[in-house]
Every structure is written in structure tokens, then in C-alpha cells.
């Protein structure tokens, strides 16, 4: 156990809608990144925020937003969802903002139908 | 050119091989070496990460960086069953960046 813990495991929804995918990440870490990992993609840097800050970004759509809140938990959101955003979405942790070192929850897997 | 690359396998070998997973990057500026373990159904989990080139060694498994090549390699002595997994590179600068990684390599040791 990572210490992470994400929220939904599963999630069906349909084309058009919008999820919200939550994490909490190990006590203590400052750091929270979200990852994407889909079978043709791999696992793809969506963004990262450090105790509340967004700090980087990756190639997260622009249908896509997340934010960090005071106690440190975050969630992703995705609107106006599309087949091909059926994935794994990953949440990690981090104590530092510039580290390798990172700490994976299960995922939420989403799948848009 | 992707700044990762990773042949994805699958690889399949008898227990008690060596293993061999290999990474090449593109970016010099990457200093730190990071090797990841997913298991099907999990999140990954850091196995082990070396700075700049060189080997470095844990239990069964070692890392070994080249950066005059831009290589990475990540060896696994004495495979088991338990070692079957997908095992991802993710190499990072020194400065402030996010962590890439690489597409995995999926491998599977039979008894």
C-alpha cells in the first residue's frame, strides 16, 4: 500500500459528460501529480501541483482541469468526455516538488461508453 | 523522436535467467535514472534509480546508465515468477521538470 488513495476504482460514463476523479495523497507529501496511462499511449504526465500550486503541465487537454485544496487532497476533472479518454488515470505523491521519486495510488479507471 | 524510448516486449523467460530491460533517451540534460515496477492492476512503485552514468546494484537487480549513449539498463539476476511485471524507465533532470516515462517493458518469468 502506497499510502495514496484514489477514488473512484471504476467509473462508466458516457460520451459527453463530465467525472471528477479524486486523491488523496500519503500524509506529508506536499507533491500531486496526475498521470494518464492508456494501452497505445503509455502512462503521459498530465500535470503537478505542489502545496496548492500548479507547478507543471503536460499534454492535458484543455477539457481537462485540476486543482489542489488546502488540505492537500486534489482532483481531476474531465468534461465533455470522448471515447478515446477511456484510461487509466494514476495519482501520485511526492514529499518534494523536484523529485523521482513518486508515490502511485491504484487508479480510477474510466471508461467512456 | 520521443525523449523515451522502450521496446514494450512482451518478454518471456524461464526462471533463473538474466534479465535484461533496456531504455535510450534523447534529452542530455536528464541526470537521474528512475526504474519503475507496475504490476497488473497497481500503480507503478519505484525499484531502484541511479545519478548520472555508472551501475548501481540492489539485491538481484542493477541499474547501469551510459550517457556518452544515452543507454539505460536495468539487469535482473536470477528472475522469479514474482519478478513478472512491467518494468518502466523514467529518466529526469537535475532542474525543476516532470518525471517521463518511458512505455514499459511488459516481462513474464515462467516457473
Known amino acids: 500500500d502506497s499510502g495514496v488513495t484514489q477514488t473512484p476504482k471504476h467509473l462508466i460514463t458516457a460520451t459527453g459528460q463530465r467525472v471528477t476523479l479524486r486523491c488523496s495523497p500519503r500524509?506529508?507529501?506536499?507533491?500531486v501529480y496526475w498521470y494518464q496511462q492508456s494501452l497505445d499511449q503509455g502512462l503521459q504526465f498530465l500535470i503537478q501541483y505542489y502545496n496548492g500550486e500548479e507547478r507543471a503541465k503536460g499534454n492535458i487537454l484543455e477539457r481537462f482541469s485540476a486543482q489542489q485544496f488546502p488540505d492537500l487532497h486534489s482532483e481531476l476533472n474531465l468534461s465533455s468526455l470522448e471515447l478515446g479518454d477511456s484510461a487509466l488515470y494514476f495519482c501520485a505523491s511526492s514529499v518534494g516538488e523536484n523529485t523521482g521519486e513518486l508515490f502511485f495510488g491504484e487508479g480510477s479507471r474510466l471508461t467512456v461508453l | 523522436q520521443k525523449e523515451v524510448e522502450q521496446d514494450p516486449g512482451p518478454l518471456s523467460v524461464p526462471e533463473g535467467a538474466i534479465v535484461s530491460l533496456n531504455c535510450t533517451y534523447s534529452?542530455?540534460?536528464?541526470?537521474?535514472f528512475m526504474w519503475y515496477r507496475q504490476y497488473s492492476r497497481k500503480g507503478p512503485e519505484l525499484l531502484m534509480y541511479t545519478y548520472s552514468s555508472g551501475n548501481k546494484e540492489d539485491g538481484r537487480f542493477t541499474a547501469q546508465v551510459d550517457k556518452s549513449s544515452k543507454y539505460i539498463s536495468l539487469f535482473i539476476r536470477d528472475s522469479q515468477p514474482s519478478d513478472s511485471a512491467t518494468y518502466l524507465c523514467a529518466p529526469l533532470s537535475g532542474g525543476y521538470n516532470k518525471l517521463i516515462f518511458g512505455a514499459g517493458t511488459r516481462l513474464a518469468v515462467h516457473p
Open positions: 500524509s506529508g507529501d506536499l507533491s
Open positions: 534529452n542530455s540534460a536528464f541526470q537521474y
